[in-house]
């Protein structure tokens, strides 16, 4: 006698159900279907209902408020990894537009890690950059007017080639505001630089030389397409850096953090004490032409700082330490440094050299090589200089 399985598909085609009871089947079906349906409804009201309650509404906004204003640390800290947890948790779009004009409208931003990320060359960077300076409205503005409105925005980058994109974005931005005040943005770019210079050259106490208006006239003839600009204007713009500095943004609450952002070289060195004469291991920061030594890596401020402002540094003979180097100040006079002391009191430094001592050959050369090049570098003059250049074989030509 044959024997009807449940599990005949394991053996063949299963026999067709009577008609009855597939009708039946269908109508249970049916009704599971409904009720389902009627569930989510319920569901979805009771969830409508509870994003409706204003409790839970503060809540969330609280919330979102939370992770905003911890994007925004982020972004002092470390410009890249901010604007990808804003990007990523919705508050920011990774489009030009969006992201300038955070950086351009948003308050309790650092201003030196919005110059940071303005500075980079990926070509999102410069596209923001482009938009960012074109958020600046310099019509009818005086150039150094609108230099001091720039300039607030953010803090400028120490590598000449960040200032370099960032001075021709502005020069380019005020000759679109401002036609007709010059005959090329390679003026405005030129001009630009004389003025920061001139600020610099006028109101830091270390400048013993200060220009006269006729000499800051003198160093820019000629720079307008092989022409003189008027008088009248250099006048002008003299007198009002005179009478008022630039006013550069401080970093907002991150201490000297962002200071040590892609420095020009870090590392351990050995270092000879000033008064007591031992030699002991420190972390070492080489940025913005000042020399900055830590205990530890992880450090959050320096126990002492070195100006490197008319130093020189040398390789140095000791039979006790193969791999030294000292800087000194060629009129032997006392370096002007600062250190703490242990109850964190801020005292000057009483070395009439700092003498170092590297690891190997190679690290006492790179060291020295860095030193080098980080006393004599300032890139306004060097930029300046390339572009008067340019203007001049172009009027040549």
Same mark, same amino acid.
């Given at each position: ?12 085609? !299963?026999?067709?159900? @009577? ?9 249970? &079906? ?11 409804k ?9 994003l ?5 509404? %503060? ?10 204003? %911890? ?21 920011? /779009?990774?489009? !030009? ?24 060359? /990926? ?6 950059? +482009? ?28 590598? !000449?080639? +960040? ?18 005040v ?25 400048? +013993? ?7 800051f ?15 009248e204007?250099?006048?002008?713009? &003299? ?16 201490d ?20 007591? +004469? ?13 020399? &900055? ?13 070195? @100006? ?7 390789k140095?003979?000791? $039979?006790?330490? $193969? ?5 000194y ?5 006392k ?18 050299? &700092? ?17 080098? !090049? ?13 572009r008067? %250049? ?8």
């Amino acid at each position: 006698m044959a024997i009807s399985r449940k599990d005949s598909f394991l053996w063949g085609k !299963a026999p067709p159900r @009577p008609l009855a009871e597939r009708r039946q089947s269908d109508r249970s &079906y049916k009704f599971e279907l409904v009720d389902d349906i009627q569930k989510l409804k319920l569901e979805m009201h009771n969830g409508m209902t509870d994003l409706s309650n204003p409790d839970l509404k %503060r809540h969330s906004k609280s919330v979102r408020n939370r992770k905003f204003v %911890r994007g925004k640390k982020k972004f002092n800290m470390d410009p890249k990894v901010g604007v990808r947890y804003l990007i990523e948790h919705g508050f920011l /779009e990774w489009r !030009a537009e969006s992201v300038a004009e955070f950086l351009y409208k948003e308050e309790g931003l650092n201003k030196t890690a919005i110059g940071i990320f303005l500075g980079e060359r /990926e070509d999102m960077h410069l596209q923001t950059l +482009k938009v960012f300076v074109g958020l600046h409205e310099f019509s009818d503005l005086n150039l150094v007017q609108a230099l001091r409105q720039f300039l607030w925005s953010f803090r400028l980058p120490g590598e !000449a080639q +960040k200032i370099d994109r960032m001075m021709e974005a502005f020069a380019t931005r005020y000759c679109d505001c401002n036609p007709g005040v010059f005959q090329s943005t390679d003026t405005c770019y030129i001009l630009s630089f004389a003025i920061i210079m001139l600020n610099t050259s006028l109101h830091n106490p270390n400048v +013993k030389d200060k220009p006269s208006l006729q000499r800051f006239i003198s160093m820019n003839r000629g720079i307008n397409n092989g022409e003189d600009l008027p008088s009248e204007m250099l006048t002008k713009l &003299y007198a009002s850096i005179r009478s008022e500095p630039f006013k550069i943004p401080e970093d907002d609450g991150n201490d000297l953090t962002l200071t040590f952002f892609n420095p020009d070289r870090e590392g351990w060195l050995l270092k000879m004490g000033g008064r007591v +004469k031992t030699w002991k291991r420190r972390w070492f920061i080489l940025t913005d032409s000042c020399l &900055y030594y830590f205990q530890y890596t992880t450090d959050k401020d320096p126990i002492g700082i070195i @100006p490197l402002e008319n130093l020189c540094v040398r390789k140095l003979q000791d $039979p006790s330490k $193969p791999y030294c180097l000292e800087l000194y100040n060629p009129k032997g006079q006392k370096i002007k440094a600062c250190k703490t002391e242990n109850k964190g009191r801020v005292v000057q430094g009483k070395h009439q050299s &700092y003498k170092l001592n590297a690891a190997s050959v190679e690290e006492r050369d790179d060291w020295i090589d860095a030193i080098r !090049a980080s006393i004599t570098k300032d890139p306004f003059y060097d930029l300046v200089w390339m572009r008067k %250049r340019k203007v001049i074989s172009n009027t040549s030509s």
